[in-house]
């Protein structure tokens, strides 16, 4: 017998039948599919006992109670808290996503200084000492004529104190806060009639919103969907919001034009805006005659109305001489307005002369609020130095030269003021749910070590809360269950103080009495006066730029905010909302210009121009470019990046308002 | 040279019989010693007198326990009552440092699986001998065996690579197929969402 | 074949009424949905039509131009079909199932060969594919929700109400000794996080259940209703223009604007 | 005989004429290149995903199922030349039987190869046989083709022994003798299987009741399309047969088939053409006028959408179907080559529209009343890997035609022919 290849090709012939015979071929038949089943790039799910734990978000001002799902120190989902009513079980899309926010591909763990060299960004990191110490050096050179700047986007915290204590510590050191847009009418009324304001929205029965997103990212979601049911809302806004698409009414108004419409008003009301009569009105913001009548015979019969204008996240809020008058409408009307309240604290950017900051320090809380970084950049000074101490490389990260990273959501205990719609004070802590990361630096105790006054911002925290137990006033709502008691009924401060951090917020009782209910004369007169003067400097018409841009944004998705990557739900996976730089225009002013749906186009504003994709909706007033500022689709889970124009950037603030409208042109790319 | 062929073919199917039912299980398993060495039956026994529930809690809200953390083990253990040798080990290792035993679990099912021990034991009134065989009983444990390709713990096909098993009542293996035979045989739900997750 | 016997809880048939007019498109229950299933953020590459949204909210309009011109928004998932369910029948390797004790229509990605024949059946577009394997940034991954078993690339995958917390229900009962669940405890992730309260979920063979009532409300309707699929999802709206466009039973019904 | 740089002229059946070795490694070079390219593509879609595709969750179906669906139809000549030689008895087709047999193994081979590429987890297309869904058509499909193209393994097998160096063994040729004795058998099992797979992908799409584009009542448990299916691929089958044989016949430069088989599978073709369309015709009044309407779709309203209006319905069953059957019915023109072969080419052509309106426009067309028409166009990969099923193709069947007889007439044919041209001169040579 000899071996020749045939005999070897009998042998693979023999062990090939043979392999059927045993548990190889059906084995690894077996085996293969399973391991498609858990190949090993899937992440493993975590394991361990699952528990609830309660914190309040701090992603804006709203003050969301929140209920986590944790397993072991990992919270793997978020909701709202339904046993409260600050909450009523609600919560945002980006505070539902709000854990995965310390994961964020464009956190920042570490301090890291970024410099421009040669045109490039060159990114080295550093210690927060280092960091300290290279703003010493710039604190201590400051050319006279600049100011050390800390600003605030979310005032009337105790960290809000412990900022303008520290600002008088630094050299020419200054407190400001960025343009708020939330709160902006009872703030103005506080200020106008000297007395506190909230509103009780839950009794209102007529709410008339001036380019408020009512409905979609303002106040606390949970209380105003809850009240939503017993109100009647007209919404006068230039284009159907989600909120204008939800109200009972809306009423399409030229953009810039509030002011006309709450002149006829006024004037139908009281008499005051003498000369404003509906058929001016039609005339100036193209509201018809009949409409303003009936508006204001609705205001007239309403038992609790509210007339709201914060203004959009995006679209800046209306400037003092239009708020006045919106204020004063609210004195003008049977109003759901009462007398109860924490006076605000607001020193507005606008009010610094323009590049006159030498260093500006970022605090890490966001408004929400899209702010353009122009309205932040005209008070720079030349060569300045913006320090970040936001987690997040973009928003004002995206400017910053020194980053000094703050913990991130729910890695560090924080306190929660009392929310813009709130009806009456209130006070929450939001304990963390993740332990912090090392390298992070709470931003308080950052600027307090480069004022040479340290000071533990937990320690402080605690020192409220004595404060609020030895008033003994208000009631305390525990997150778990709802349970209400009374601050009388804590024996000890530490008592209450551990309530709080077990979940729970502190609010005051709702008072008995009445907001005052007429306006002066006096008041009346100035506000229509200032409204006047508003509206004549406003409207002039650029025949290079013909296109009125209005800007919007969803509150907390924009200016300094981050949203977790998993948004791409709504921005890139579905055309549910749109992304940032994308700008809407009605079919005419589409065909007019040549432009279609999905398109590219550039948009330009005496500040600079913007690529935008077109988005083509019938909802938009023909002549009007409605502009995002948010997460642009690459922006959500993307690499860091810095540069790039938003239409944030490219937004003229003017004087004492911001940008509400800017005239714009629109070309193809 | 005719039967040469026929020779050389039946030589290749031996061989080939030989090494699929002797050689490829081991060559299939990757077997890793446990961490620490346990007895089960030192805890059970009469000395100890543990039941396994006092370990493998079930929680009020369904979940089980699983191996219990070394919380549990430094409860007793937290200076050494026996001085043997796996005992100092865990002290030294483990409850001093204060770090978990990274236990390898025999019975581990992937993830895509969703087993409740509150069905089975409350509801279904099944004895951990059942589905556990004598692992209550042992004195050592023996090591983990680890299906290369799979991912799968050796005790999931079951011992036999055949899946042909002459135990005494208990099921040999905790296949898909274990659990849906014994669904069936007990008319309880066979959907696929019933025990996937 | 399936009897209500003692070892068994009773059947229900699970569903949804969503009101089209409390719903203001937050997209509060897509992001719900996808942090309770698991369903990562979307690749650089991902489009409205390769991305995973097992509940999805669609923008409708009138039709009219300004300032006549409204948006409704419409969410969709899984309509859970009960009769002549299109999924079920098509799959070759029954990967799909209609469960008789719950009317939930199963989909098993550990089964699923990733033919798409369901994909191509489905006419509410509620099935999704992995075009990618799924992806968490890094540290992501720990938040992942331990009920719910990750897909991967190549596998189909749809809304099955929730039913990780359908199983923690049943555990809390049988923990309990019970085997009827408790409806309070289980409420699927979109319900529960929706801020306007838009969507009621329940047994819709319970009389007492809120859903079940709503359901019979001359303002509810399904989608594609000549279709015979009998889904379990109703939909409510008081706006004619909304109903006239949601209710329609094909595109050609609708006022093309 | 052949020429001196003939290498392989061992390998070659006596009495055949074949081009020179080089020649042939020149015409398969192209092929080859183009096998590798798309092995490229189905490589990257098989370990990155089908993201490399332009396939998505609408478009869930794209080019490859739409070619497939083609491609087994156009490989029916396979299974129902087999039928008519076999068990109808009709012995001219002996002279095609062997080239249709290749033909339907590359079609069945290649749609099968394609399929796997196309599934998301290859790995667990097993489970359709383990854990099969017996309502499913996919599963019917599955089973049936498997099935089928096994049968056709065995009826290549002896095509393939019948080569000059296998005969050399000798239980080889036992084997290939006793197989063909057997052939009545394959042939049999062979067309019941194809008959029910046919019918199968036909009912792949009819039975969709959530699509009513595509859904179609019927018998039992199959919708029309089942039947319409199985009817048009018979009805194409021996056209596409035909077509093939004079493009081989055209590219090699021979005659390999007495006029009569063309005339045969003409005429076989054109009277089961004409039933087709009138079935067609006959099924689609029925589901303009009932069918569409019962499940609230207006007919019409599918033909709104540009580029897919009414004209597309007519060419699919006049420009495309009544047109070619008429000329095939006609013996004169039947009879004269041009006509016959562009009735085969139009006939081939529908069933490739009948079955592009099946897979892409269902897909296209919106369902939800808010739905928007979509349009999907394949991505390099999709094509690529397609082009390789092509290449996959022309390679076999040049080596089986080189190697093998395909045409048993093709000996006679060109001996007879003195003014035969030099085989140095023939442009392409298998």
């Known amino acids: ?505 502190w609010r005051q009782g709702l008072p008995a009495g009445m907001y005052a209910s007429k306006p002066s004369a006096r008041l009346l007169q100035a506000a229509v006066q200032s409204a006047e003067r508003r509206l004549a400097a406003g409207g002039q018409t650029d025949p290079a730029r013909p296109l009125m841009l209005i800007t919007t944004a969803w509150r907390a998705t924009a200016g300094n905010a981050q949203v977790s990557p998993l948004l791409t739900k709504l921005y890139q996976e579905s055309e549910l909302r749109e992304p940032g730089n994308s700008a809407a225009i009605h079919p005419d002013t589409s065909q007019k210009l040549n432009l279609k749906h999905g398109g590219q186009a550039i948009l330009t504003t005496a500040c600079g121009s913007c690529p935008v994709a077109i988005v083509v909706d019938a909802g938009v007033m023909p002549g009007v470019v409605s502009a995002v500022i948010g997460p642009t689709v690459d922006s959500i889970g993307a690499a860091p990046r810095n540069g790039g124009s938003t239409i944030g950037d490219i937004c003229a603030p003017d004087g004492d308002a911001p940008w509400r409208v800017t005239s714009a042109q629109l070309r193809r790319a | 040279m005719k039967h040469s062929g026929k020779i050389s073919f039946f030589a290749g199917f031996a061989v080939m019989l030989a090494v699929g039912w002797a050689g490829f299980p081991r060559l299939l398993y990757r077997g890793t010693p446990q961490p620490l060495s346990f007895s089960h039956k030192v805890h059970t026994g009469e000395k100890a007198g543990m039941k396994c529930e006092d370990c493998h809690v079930l929680r009020a809200s369904g979940s089980f326990g699983g191996v219990p953390a070394l919380e549990s083990c430094a409860g007793c253990h937290a200076a050494p009552m026996t001085g043997t040798a796996p005992e100092k080990r865990l002290i030294d290792n483990y409850v001093t440092p204060n770090r978990e035993i990274p236990w390898l679990i025999y019975s581990r099912q992937p993830d895509n699986v969703y087993f409740s021990h509150a069905n089975h034991i409350r509801l279904a009134k099944l004895a951990c001998k059942q589905c556990h065989g004598d692992h209550g009983d042992t004195d050592t444990l023996r090591p983990y065996q680890e299906d290369r390709v799979s991912g799968y713990s050796k005790d999931i096909w079951g011992s036999s690579i055949s899946r042909i098993s002459f135990g005494r009542g208990r099921r040999d293996g905790m296949r898909m197929d274990d659990c849906v035979s014994c669904h069936r045989e007990h008319k309880v739900s066979d959907s696929c969402l019933a025990c996937h997750k | 074949m399936s009897t209500t016997t003692a070892k068994n809880a009773k059947n229900a048939r699970y569903g949804m009424v969503i009101d089209l007019d409390r719903c203001n498109g937050c997209g509060a229950c897509m992001v719900a949905c996808a942090v309770e299933n698991n369903v990562p953020p979307a690749q650089a590459k991902a489009t409205a039509r390769t991305g995973i949204t097992w509940m999805r909210v669609e923008n409708v309009a009138n039709g009219a131009s300004f300032p006549e011109h409204r948006t409704a928004f419409i969410p969709i998932m899984c309509q859970q079909c009960g009769e002549e369910t299109p999924c079920v029948s098509v799959c070759p390797q029954q990967a799909v199932e209609v469960d008789p004790k719950t009317g939930i229509v199963d989909q098993m990605p550990q089964r699923c060969l990733g033919c798409r024949y369901c994909m191509a059946a489905c006419p509410y577009h509620a099935r999704y594919f992995n075009w990618w394997d799924p992806e968490w940034p890094a540290g992501m991954e720990k938040a992942l929700n331990p009920e719910v078993a990750p897909r991967m690339r190549g596998v189909v995958e749809k809304c099955n109400f929730c039913h990780g917390r359908y199983h923690a229900a049943k555990a809390k009962a049988a923990a309990a000794g019970r085997r009827d669940i408790d409806p309070a405890d289980y409420q699927p992730a979109c319900v529960e996080a929706c801020p306007t309260r838009a969507i009621v979920f329940g047994d819709l063979d319970d009389r007492s259940s809120q859903a079940a009532q709503l359901a019979k409300s001359p303002d509810a309707f399904r989608l594609l209703p000549k279709l015979g699929t009998e889904p379990k999802i109703y939909y409510l709206t008081r706006r004619p223009w909304v109903r006239e466009i949601a209710s329609a039973s094909s595109p050609a019904e609708v006022r093309r604007g | 005989m052949a020429s001196q740089s003939t290498f392989d002229r061992h390998l070659i059946i006596r009495g055949l004429e074949r081009c020179s070795t080089p020649r042939f490694l020149l015409w398969l070079l192209p092929w080859v290149l183009l096998l590798a390219f798309g092995l490229y593509g189905a490589g990257l879609c098989l370990v990155r995903g089908l993201n490399q595709t332009n396939m998505d969750n609408r478009f869930a179906f794209g080019l490859w199922i739409f070619l497939d669906l083609t491609v087994i139809a156009l490989g029916a000549g396979a299974f129902f030349t087999g039928f008519l030689l076999y068990i109808l008895k009709k012995k001219e087709l002996k002279a095609v039987i062997n080239s249709a047999v290749v033909i339907g193994l590359v079609c069945y081979s290649g749609a099968v190869a394609v399929l796997a590429v196309d599934v998301g987890q290859p790995l667990r297309a097993w489970f359709t046989f383990w854990h099969p869904n017996t309502h499913s058509m996919l599963a019917e499909v599955t089973f049936c083709i498997t099935c089928y193209l096994t049968v056709l393994v065995i009826e290549y097998l002896p095509v393939i022994l019948r080569n000059r160096k296998l005969r050399q063994i000798p239980s080889f040729l036992l084997f290939e003798h006793e197989l063909h004795k057997l052939m009545y058998v394959f042939a049999g099992v062979g067309t019941f299987l194809s008959f029910f797979h046919q019918g199968s992908l036909g009912g792949l799409y009819g039975v969709l009741h959530g699509r009513p584009f595509a859904y179609r009542a019927g018998f039992a448990l199959w919708p029309s399309t089942f039947f319409l299916f199985i009817l048009s691929a018979a009805a194409v089958g021996p056209s596409f047969i035909a077509l093939s044989t004079w493009v081989v016949s055209k590219i090699s430069r021979k005659r390999l088939a007495r006029p009569e088989v063309y005339d045969l599978l003409g005429k076989v073709s054109g009277r089961l053409l004409i039933l087709y369309v009138l079935a067609k015709t006959v099924d689609t009044v029925i589901w303009i006028n009932a069918t569409s309407p019962d499940r609230g779709f207006p007919a019409a309203m599918f033909y709104s959408w540009k580029p897919f209006g009414t004209w597309l319905l007519f060419a699919e069953i006049a420009l495309f179907g009544l047109l070619p059957a008429l000329i095939l019915l006609d013996g004169k023109r039947r009879r004269r080559m041009p006509w016959l072969i562009s009735a085969a080419a139009l006939a081939s052509a529908g069933i490739a529209l009948n079955r592009f309106v099946m897979t892409i426009q269902t897909l296209a067309l919106p369902t939800l009343p808010f739905d928007r028409f979509l349009t999907y166009f394949p991505s390099w990969q999709e094509t690529a890997t397609f082009l390789a099923v092509v290449a996959f193709g022309v390679l076999v069947y040049s080596f089986s035609f080189r190697y093998a007889v395909l045409f048993p007439q093709e000996k006679e044919l060109n001996v007879a022919q003195p003014s035969q041209p030099e085989p140095e001169l023939v442009a392409v040579g298998d």
């Open chain 1, 1 to 505: 017998m000899n071996f020749g290849r045939r005999t070897l090709l009998q042998f693979a012939g023999g062990s090939a039948a043979g392999a059927l015979f045993t548990p190889i071929p059906w084995r690894l038949l077996w085996d293969s599919a399973v391991w498609t089943q858990n190949w090993s790039w899937i992440p493993k799910l975590p394991r361990g006992e699952v528990t609830e734990k309660f914190s309040t978000c701090t992603l804006c001002p709203a003050a969301c109670p929140v209920k986590a799902r944790c397993v072991g120190n990992q919270p793997v989902s978020l909701t709202g808290v339904a046993a409260t009513a600050e909450s009523n079980g609600a919560l945002c899309p980006v505070g539902l996503a709000g854990h995965h926010l310390p994961y964020h591909p464009k956190r920042a763990v570490l301090p890291f200084r970024r410099r421009s060299v040669n045109g490039k960004v060159a990114v080295s990191p550093l210690s927060a000492d280092e960091a300290a110490a290279a703003i010493a050096e710039r604190l201590n050179a400051l050319p006279a004529g600049q100011s050390t700047v800390i600003l605030d986007e979310r005032p009337g915290r105790v960290t809000s104190r412990i900022y303008q204590t520290l600002a008088a510590k630094l050299p020419r050191g200054e407190y400001v806060t960025s343009p708020q847009t939330e709160g902006g009418t009872l703030a103005k009324l506080e200020s106008l009639t000297g007395t506190p304001a909230a509103m009780n929205m839950a009794g209102a029965d007529l709410v008339v919103s001036f380019g408020t997103p009512l409905l979609d990212g303002w106040g606390t979601p949970g209380r105003v969907f809850a009240a939503r049911d017993r109100f009647r809302l007209i919404q006068v806004e230039p284009l159907l919001s989600r909120t204008a698409a939800a109200a009972d009414l809306w009423i399409p108004v030229y953009p810039g034009t509030e002011a006309a419409l709450a002149l006829g008003l006024l004037n139908l009301l009281t008499g005051a805006a003498s000369g404003w009569t509906p058929e001016k009105v039609q005339s100036v913001s193209g509201v018809p005659a009949e409409s303003v009548a009936r508006i204001a015979a609705e205001l007239k019969a309403a038992k609790a109305a509210l007339v709201i204008a914060d203004g959009d996240p995006g679209g800046g809020a209306f400037s003092p001489d239009e708020q006045s008058l919106f204020a004063a409408l609210n004195l003008a009307v049977d109003s759901a307005v009462h007398p109860c309240g924490v006076p605000r604290v607001t020193r507005p950017i606008e009010a610094l002369p323009d590049a006159s900051i030498g260093v500006l320090l970022c605090d890490a809380a966001s408004s929400g609020a899209g702010t353009p970084w122009r309205v932040i950049a005209r008070k720079l000074a030349p060569a300045a130095m913006v320090v970040s101490l936001s987690p997040f490389l973009e928003g004002y990260g995206r400017h910053a030269e020194l980053i000094v990273p703050a913990p991130a959501y729910l890695e560090s205990l924080q306190e929660v003021p009392t929310a813009p719609d709130a009806p009456a004070a209130g006070f929450a802590l939001a304990p963390p749910l993740i332990p912090a990361r090392p390298g992070a630096t709470e931003p308080a105790e950052f600027i307090a070590r480069l004022a040479g006054e340290p000071v533990t911002l937990s320690v402080e925290l605690k020192k409220h809360v004595e404060a609020l137990h030895a008033t003994g006033k208000g009631e305390v709502v525990r997150y778990a269950g709802g349970e209400v008691t009374p601050v009388k009924d804590f024996k000890t401060s530490d008592e209450l103080w551990n309530a709080l951090n077990q979940g729970a917020c």
